[in-house]
């Protein structure tokens, strides 16, 4: 046996995952003074932003919101360059927030995190990597993030396809060759949408295979120029504490006004002005009602249905790509540019697969019901096993030995999606049951969260405690709390999302994100923290 195999590391704290929340935890860690190692499975930072580099990659979030606000410095020195950037951007911000705050060197690579087990007699993680790293830690923070793990191809067969293959998440550095290609894009989400509207003019022909048509709202996109930026900077001091306040951590939040007490006019003019935004303002900005009344959500169902069908030539096409089904809102709502266009050009082909079938892939292509489909190149936009995926694919064994995968196979649980009972200093980001599992511009609660989730850490030590865990009534207590808010909305609602954990066979249906606001889960966590970390055990 070598050395490191039987003397593990002694670290402080393991942080995996270096994207938006990894980079800033391991700031926050090493400020405080802990000796920290972060591990990142991909070879680069950013996360997300690291693995998503597929054509069109794009934030749905203003770069002025899609940020770190923990630093002055940072927010007067960098300079975006759109109003929704792309990966390439996002990318490049985050590779400048590695460096600018001396992280790199604190990161290993190319290196996954396999297990972690804790120890009761010493009250901490042994922790393992792919690269047989062992390490003895008091804390492990779970950077890991909501939409990390692919779902693999769905189809019989689609390891037989001698084509190129993909799936959007894992697309290679040095890209696909697509021109003049016959291409299958299989989803139409969000991923699906970015995909589809950029590579319409470059491919030979492209068949798109659709399940559901999502409700979308128009981009707008500028260039951002000096005095753009100058107004942005202008904002940020009064912005920095407001995100925190809002219902989705954006600087818009809903009108306060019932949306049934004002008349047609006036509701007319509010939607009308969050669509012209061209942001999620429309979705997130205007009225609330639009969560929680089935009425309010199918006027706005038809607001978007019309203007889908203007920009549709065909008609039957246009019959595919207008959304039934559903309501507005009740699954992510992506931000387009130019996708029903494309539908508009000879080369794109629309299959609706609830008329005609996916039945299987084969070496040359796909075949449906009606046909045969040859393709140079099948891509995947099937989407992630969300919110829990990243933490069960990993051996996480907590007091009783079970691992995290085992405990959430008859229920998933969290308390406020930061730690689990039994995971003793086991913490966690973009978590289920917390806001940023879903309704969150993303940045602002992981902001909050590294910054609970670091002063968690700093409590322990200032105590001279060796863990912290959340009591089972704690956690009891939040998943009431949590089903409470989720069953009086319509997402709660809505079977087939990944909202619900309806993408993933055999996963729990249950909304996986707490949907009582960004505002007033900050507030909440805020007050266990005053509390002295009330229903929290110090051991
Ligand atoms: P997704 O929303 O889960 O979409 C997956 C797509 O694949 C859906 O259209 C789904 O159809 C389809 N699909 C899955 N299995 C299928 C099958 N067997 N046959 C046919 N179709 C199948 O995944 P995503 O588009 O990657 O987006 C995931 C999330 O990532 C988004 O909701 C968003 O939060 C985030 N995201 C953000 C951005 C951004 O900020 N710009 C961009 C991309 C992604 P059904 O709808 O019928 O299940």
Redesign the pocket.
Known sequence: MSEMQTAPQQVDAVVVGAGFAGLYQLHRLLKQGLNVRSFEAGNGVGGTWYW?RYPG?????QSHLYQYWFSDELLAEWNWGERFPAQPETERYLNHVCDRFGLREHITFGTRVTSADFDNASERWLVTTDKGERLSAQFLVMNTGG?SVP?PP??KGHETFKGVTCH??HWPSEGIDLDGKRVAV?????????VIQTIADRVGEMTV????A?YTIPMRNPKLTDADRATMRAGYPAMKGHVQKTFAGFDFDFDPRPFAELPAEERQRVMEEGWADGSLKFWMGTFGDVFFDAGVAEIFSDFVRDRIRARINDPKVADKLVPKGHSFGT??V??ETGYYEAFNRSNVHLVD?NEDA?LHVDATGIQTASGHHDFDVIIY????D?GTGALTSIDVRGRAGVTIRDAWASGIRTTMGLQVHGYPNLFMTMGPYSPAA?FCNVPTCLDQQVDWISDAIAHVRAKGARALEPMAETEAKWLEHNDEVAKITLVAQTN???YTGA?VAGKERRLLAYAGGVGPYRELCDDVRARGFAGFALT
């Open positions: 998503n990659a794009r934030v749905d979030s939409l779902l769905p189809f959007t998440s299989v989803g139409t989400g969000a991923t699906g949408i970015q295979f659709q399940r559901t999502n699954r992510r992506p931000l697969v996916i936009a099937t989407g992630f969300a879903a087939h999302s990944w993408n």
